[in-house]
């Protein structure tokens, strides 16, 4: 490899959002475009155009902006070579320390593998920087890098890289949102691209819930009304001769929710090794999928994930629309699980959640039970009736009435995929 120019560099982050349907409004929606374009002028950095991007909410790498650390790998070879044949034995060559032969040439004397690439300042940067020399290379990218149940081949696994993912079954907060990129088979010379197009390799599942909960209650007709206060409607009850009998009193209730269990039955991997190229197949011997596509191997769960969903008191307002509302803890994180068709395990996955809530009337006074609590709980359970998809999202909706609280699974496919470009010289 030749030794790096003296050049100004040109780092660019491209971000396309891709509009896709579903069946209920999206918590975490893209906020539209992103901020200005951003040229820091450092000469042995490279720099940055961001348009616009993904933020993380809690864990959940979601519509607006990046600004993340990740890990990439590099493989350089020659023209006659795919990648799909060079894989077999390959090892990463492309980032890390350079050396000096006898001869003067440079080599590279330490390989690094994951390679990390931070996140400053609006600025993406790696040391050392390369150079693209004309060859033919590969390139692999993972996020988040550096996170503790997420480990990465390093360089000295020959083949297609990969992640080792382990599910936290107690802790959602541990859970991380898998994303891959690869960018194949292609001859770089100075000042040409490489693209990262990133796809989230997990399923996630959040908690929504609709809140429907009216108070309704007749009052006679010499009755004292109540302050009609927001969230209080007065109807007239009249008979079948207009003669006034009573009011009709409607409140609309607040519902806060005190504490929320989320448990799974039938979720069949706490573990796997996914590879970093999505569709990667391992084979049985007949040609058929040995394991879902990208994926290395799979640990079977021996025990089911149980979560404390909300952490302080969260209050649901009445609906005056059908658009849910999000229940998390209070650092907001989400559950990410390893995809799985529905019926691969002994029974389809299941979700039970207990809730406990208090029913606030508009006067800030609480509806009680027959023995004067104010405090409920409710059990409900719902099935995943589908396949855990990687890629998808789901929520787990609880529905609040003056009847009943119900549970159902809502599918949601709005979870974008990430396109990073990046120029070298």
């Known amino acids: 490899m030749k030794k790096m120019k003296k050049y100004s560099y040109i780092f660019t982050l491209l971000i396309a959002v891709l509009v896709c349907s579903c069946s209920n409004k999206d918590l975490y929606a893209p906020n539209g475009e992103g901020g200005e374009d951003v040229i820091l002028p450092n000469p042995d950095a490279r720099y940055i155009y961001l348009d616009s991007g993904v933020k993380s909410r809690g864990n959940l790498v979601t519509g607006e902006k990046l600004q993340k650390t990740f890990g990439a790998y590099g493989y350089k070879y020659d023209f006659s070579n795919k990648w799909t044949t060079y894989r077999v034995t390959a090892k990463p060559n492309v980032f890390g320390e350079d050396g000096t032969d006898a001869s003067g040439n440079s080599y590279l004397a330490t390989p690094v593998a994951p390679q990390e690439v931070t996140y400053a300042d609006e600025i993406y940067s790696y040391t050392p920087i390369k150079q693209w020399d004309g060859a033919k290379y590969t390139f692999f990218a993972y996020y988040p890098f550096g996170h503790a149940n997420v480990a990465a081949?390093?360089?000295?696994?020959?083949?297609?890289?990969?992640?080792?993912?382990?599910?936290?079954?107690?802790?959602?907060?541990?859970?991380?949102?898998?994303?891959?990129a690869m960018f194949e088979d292609?001859?770089?010379?100075?000042?040409?691209?490489?693209?990262?197009?990133?796809?989230?390799?997990?399923?996630?599942?959040d908690v929504g819930?609709?809140?429907?909960?009216?108070?309704?209650?007749?009052?006679?007709?010499?009755?004292?009304?109540?302050?009609l206060v927001e969230g209080i409607a007065i109807t007239e009850i009249k008979d079948e001769n207009g003669t006034l009998?009573?009011?009709l009193v409607t409140e609309n209730i607040q519902i806060e929710i005190t504490s929320l269990n989320v448990a799974f039955t039938g979720i069949k991997y706490k573990g796997a090794d996914i590879y970093l190229d999505k569709d990667f197949e391992t084979l049985n011997s007949d040609g058929s999928l040995a394991l879902p596509k990208g994926v290395k191997s799979l640990t079977n769960a021996?025990?089911?994930?149980?979560?404390?969903?909300?952490?302080?008191?969260?209050?649901?307002h009445y609906n005056t629309d059908a658009?849910?509302?999000?229940?998390?803890?209070?650092?907001?994180?989400?559950m990410l699980f390893i995809p799985q068709v529905a019926g691969d395990s002994e029974a389809a996955p299941t979700v039970t959640t207990t809730v406990t809530f208090k029913k606030k009337?508009?006067?800030?006074?609480?509806?009680?039970?027959?023995?004067?609590?104010?405090?409920?709980?409710?059990?409900?359970?719902?099935?995943?009736?589908?396949?855990?998809?990687?890629?998808?999202?789901?929520?787990?909706?609880?529905?609040?009435?003056?009847?009943?609280?119900?549970?159902?699974?809502?599918?949601?496919?709005?979870?974008?995929?990430?396109?990073v470009g990046y120029e070298f010289e």
């Open 245 to 247: 009998t009573g009011y």
């Open 323 to 334: 658009a849910m509302q999000s229940i998390s803890a209070d650092n907001e994180t989400t």
């Open 361 to 419: 009337r508009p006067d800030g006074t609480y509806l009680t039970d027959t023995n004067n609590n104010d405090t409920y709980t409710e059990t409900k359970t719902a099935t995943f009736n589908r396949e855990i998809k990687e890629g998808s999202r789901y929520y787990v909706q609880l529905t609040f009435t003056s009847s009943a609280v119900s549970i159902n699974i809502i599918t949601s496919d709005e979870w974008n995929d990430i396109k």
């Open 209 to 227: 819930a609709l809140n429907f909960y009216q108070n309704n209650y007749d009052l006679g007709a010499d009755a004292t009304l109540p302050e």
């Open 186 to 205: 292609t001859s770089l010379s100075s000042s040409q691209y490489v693209y990262f197009n990133f796809y989230h390799r997990l399923a996630a599942i």
């Open 153 to 180: 081949s390093d360089e000295n696994v020959e083949g297609t890289p990969y992640v080792t993912y382990s599910v936290d079954m107690g802790d959602s907060s541990n859970h991380a949102d898998i994303m891959t």
């Open 302 to 316: 021996d025990s089911q994930p149980a979560y404390s969903i909300v952490k302080s008191p969260q209050t649901l």
